[in-house]
């Protein structure tokens, strides 16, 4: 059994920063690809960033704001987002793929006021 568990959403002014934590249970994820997702209201879910062992990757929309990073130690995965504005408003979600099946978290709501 796969648990992804997101935490650290919130509300924050434009401008402001949070670093949401995607806690994985019931496997090694060090060599997995790790994803954040986000879903705004009325939107179809889109993709965030992601995280290898070859490197990260960014949708242009946050790129230079947004930083994705794991502790595999912690078997944990983070999205550090800075400079946040209100279009960054969404539902949070953390994803990965075991053997062909894909597994999300319930997600974490952060909110950017203007």
């Known amino acids: 059994q796969v648990q992804l568990v997101e935490s650290g959403g919130g509300l924050v002014q434009a401008g402001g920063s949070l670093r949401l934590s995607c806690a994985a249970a019931g496997r090694t994820f060090s060599s997995h690809v790790m994803s954040w997702f986000r879903q705004a209201p009325g939107k179809e879910r889109e993709f965030v960033a992601l995280?290898?062992?070859?490197?990260?990757n960014y949708a242009s929309s946050v790129k230079g704001r947004f930083t994705i990073s794991r502790d595999n130690a912690k078997n944990t995965v983070y999205l550090q987002m800075n400079s946040l504005k209100p279009e960054d408003t969404a539902v949070y979600y953390c994803t990965t793929v075991f053997r062909g099946i894909p597994y999300w978290g319930q997600g974490t709501q952060v909110t950017v006021s203007s």
């Open positions: 995280i290898s062992s070859g490197g990260t």
